[in-house]
């Protein structure tokens, strides 16, 4: 018997030829051979209940599939009984599919597991246990062409992803214009992601390590903006004082700290920070000045209704008396 015998059950409409980078969008069903057809999973009630979506060439767990949905036509629905020796993998990656959207708790997995207690499914430990050929019902929905698909993150090489910074920045710039704060935030910090993993690889201070820390620190400040925007003040705190390690004078640094400061009532250390952008640069003296009237203002304001609940508490007690 062939590894691979397929049986047409519903023709397609259009051959596409599926080279890597291609997305294979399709339904699918599995059936343990044997002395009966016992259905194991159905792509339309397990774990989403979504369409499977295969990028062809990423060396996908269960290899098989990728042959399988090339021999089809766009429509087609196609069975494929597929030897034992091709689909020892299939109860690990069953256990994800059935697992995905749902809440997992983290569970220590090793060899010794495996054996005293199994992957959690008895009917894929059992598969497990007693290999079988297995019937694959495909029903392939859609073909994307690796042009014709925005690539997830994971898909890119190095010289893919620095492409991108850019990119996102400029997009991320423009959302902010038009005053799409959260999915500014989400641009910049797409960007400041893939900027780190790339740091990651180098040695820190090396010529490469700073050219990408160069291109990290104006975003960083961006998405400092944005955080600012949502009171998120210790974030803000936290990513104006990584740019100010590197760039101790960076005014927009010391003016978004010095706002931050303020909302999370840190008020001396805001006006630490607005008087060093003043000093820094003088054209924008009367925009810190106001600042730090409102600090005197809010200073005033505290300490007034903090008296007014000393008082109060002061007045309970003498009435308790």
């Not at 062809?56 to 087609?76: N, P, Q, R, S, Y």
């Not at 010794?112 to 079988?132: A, F, K, Q, V, W």
């Amino acid at each position: 018997m062939a590894p691979i015998v397929k049986n047409i059950l519903h023709t397609g409409q259009k051959y596409i030829p599926i080279t890597d980078g291609s997305k294979a969008h399709f339904h699918f069903q599995t059936w343990k051979l044997g002395k009966e057809r016992i259905l194991v999973d159905d792509s339309k009630k397990i774990g989403k209940k979504e369409p499977m979506v295969l990028v062809i060439g990423h060396k996908f767990k269960l290899e098989v599939w990728e042959t399988i949905v090339k021999m089809m036509a766009v429509g087609e629905v196609s069975s494929f009984i597929v030897q034992k020796e091709l689909v020892y993998s299939y109860p690990f990656v069953s256990k994800t599919l059935r697992e995905l959207g749902l809440e997992q708790k983290v569970k220590h997995s090793c060899t010794m597991t495996l054996h005293t207690e199994g992957i959690g499914y008895p009917d894929l430990d059992d598969l497990i246990s007693n290999p079988c050929n297995l019937e694959f019902i495909i029903e392939l929905l859609q073909v994307e062409k690796s042009d014709e698909y925005e690539k997830e993150l994971w898909q890119l090489n190095i010289e893919q992803r620095l492409k991108l910074v850019p990119e996102l920045k400029e997009k991320g710039n423009k959302l902010y214009a038009e005053k799409h704060y959260s999915k500014a935030e989400d641009c910049y910090g797409q960007a400041l992601a893939i900027l780190e993993q790339l740091m990651i690889r180098e040695r820190k201070k090396d010529e490469e390590w700073i050219t990408l820390n160069n291109l990290k620190l104006p975003i960083l400040l961006n998405y400092a903006q944005c955080k600012l925007l949502k009171d998120d003040y210790y974030a803000v705190l936290e990513h104006c004082n990584t740019v100010l390690e590197h760039d101790k004078d960076n005014v927009k640094a010391l003016y978004r700290r010095g706002r931050a400061h303020v909302g999370a009532w840190n008020p001396e250390e805001a006006e630490k920070d607005f008087l060093r952008v003043k000093e820094l640069c003088p054209t924008l003296a009367a925009g810190i000045n106001k600042e730090l009237d409102n600090i005197r203002s809010l200073k005033k304001e505290k300490a007034e209704k903090d008296r007014d609940a000393l008082r109060k508490i002061f007045d309970r007690e003498r009435d308790e008396t």
